[in-house]
């Protein structure tokens, strides 16, 4: 109760809505219970569960819940509660995430060998507009070719990347399209599907 | 087999000893924040394998909790250079 | 034999790319191209150093159907997946500092985060 008034004294705009603090903690300890039952899996003779483990893990998972809910689901978001995000999320790591991290290092190996450099920090707009995504962007960009993010402007989204070898012309405009990367796969695409 | 990973836990503990030329040489202090997230970066890795030397699961749940909290201690130390704490 | 054959392809591939990252680190002349060598390279190269473990664990696994082996695999996946998502926010935090405390790119064609803060 205490947290939800001081949320709403801060922010302005929400009401009360009867039930806001008990609906978090359902996806909260489902969520823990999921983690609790990854970590120990393997350990017992009930399929690979034992009994008083599954017990132990729901307990545990009640607990956190109870504290952690209002962290965990601050902005009385639940868009990420479809298992179909989770999937889209899952194909979008193994397949083009994983290709353009590859890339990603033969391109900064080739980097290393022959020092060829010429860096910068650019604007880059993004057009998110939930957290979610533009920290799946700045994290996937990060860690992908030739680019690492540096700021976040808070109002407009738009990152600050800085880029190890920026093609000439490419510093001259003031806001950088997230199409100016050198990316095979359209990242903003994919994440618009999972989180947005 | 037991060789080939312990090879590979000798070059990572060798790579380990060049990056903390970069540690000691700075020459500023994010310089030297880099070198250390690479050294946790580099045991995070090793601790995995000598899960696979020594046969057990403790190894791999301890560079787990590892990699966790260095990444704590990683944005500490960014944020009080940053200017916002301390 | 071929499960070795893997191991060692994929333990030698990480362990390239964690020497790249390393080299990179000491050659590179200022802390964000610096930060792209650490961030790339050691995460991608631990990356395999993980897939060599779990494939290991999962030949280990169909072999003896030890339980031990299933907690073993799904533990280093947790680790290399924990690792590469705090390797890449904390890279970011790095930068953010540096940026804050006055570092500027040393060698640089346009800094537009230092544009925007001045005015």
Redesign the interface.
């Given at each position: 109760m205490i947290n939800h008034d001081y949320r709403c004294e801060h922010e302005g705009i929400e009401q009360y809505v009867p039930g806001d603090d008990v609906i978090p903690f359902i996806p909260t300890a489902v969520f823990a219970f999921a983690v609790y039952l990854l970590l120990t899996a393997g350990g017992g003779d009930l399929g690979v569960w034992s009994p008083s483990e599954l017990l132990m893990g729901a307990v545990l998972a009640v607990i956190a819940a109870a504290v952690s809910r209002n962290f965990f689901c601050k902005n009385r978001d639940y868009r990420m509660a479809n298992p179909v995000r989770w999937i889209i999320l899952a194909v979008y790591v193994v397949v083009p995430f994983f290709i353009e991290m590859a890339k990603a290092n033969v391109d900064v190996a080739y980097r290393v060998i022959t020092g060829r450099i010429r860096p910068g920090i650019v604007r880059m707009q993004t057009g998110f507009t939930t957290d979610l995504s533009v920290l799946l962007l700045a994290n996937s960009i990060t860690l992908t070719p030739g680019t690492l993010t540096v700021g976040i402007d808070e109002e407009t989204n738009d990152l600050f990347v800085h880029m190890i070898n920026i093609r000439p012309g490419v510093e001259e405009k003031s806001v950088v399209d997230t199409g100016d990367i050198n990316a095979w796969f359209r990242f903003p695409a994919w994440i618009r599907r999972i989180a947005e | 087999?037991t060789d080939?990973?312990l090879i590979?836990v000798m070059?990572?503990a060798g790579?380990i000893v060049?990056?903390l030329?970069?540690l000691f040489a700075g020459p500023?202090?994010?310089?030297r924040?880099?070198?250390l997230?690479?050294v946790n970066?580099?045991t995070?890795?090793s601790m995995?394998?000598f899960?696979?030397i020594f046969r057990q699961?403790v190894f791999?749940?301890v560079?787990?909790v590892y990699?966790?909290l260095?990444?704590v201690g990683?944005?500490y130390?960014?944020?009080?250079?940053?200017?916002?704490i301390g | 034999m071929i499960v070795d054959a893997v191991i060692l392809i994929f333990l030698a591939v990480g362990l390239l790319f964690n020497t790249l990252g390393v080299v990179g680190i000491l050659r590179f002349p200022d802390v964000y191209t610096r930060l792209h060598a650490e961030t790339k390279t050691t995460t991608f190269g631990t990356i395999f150093i993980g897939l060599a473990v779990v494939v290991y664990g999962v030949s280990r696994l169909s072999g003896s159907g030890d339980g031990e082996y299933l907690t073993f695999t799904l533990h280093t996946i947790i680790a290399v997946v924990a690792l590469a998502f705090t390797n890449a926010t904390g890279a970011h935090a790095i930068a953010r500092a540096a940026h804050r405390s006055g570092q500027r790119p040393a060698p640089a064609v346009v800094d537009r985060l230092a544009e925007v803060k001045e005015e």
């Open positions: - | 087999m080939v990973w590979a070059v990572l790579l060049l990056t030329a970069r500023t202090p994010p310089d924040v880099v070198a997230d690479t970066t580099l995070v890795a995995i394998l899960g696979v699961i791999v749940d560079a787990i990699a966790l260095s990444f990683t944005l130390i960014a944020k009080y250079l940053g200017g916002e | -």
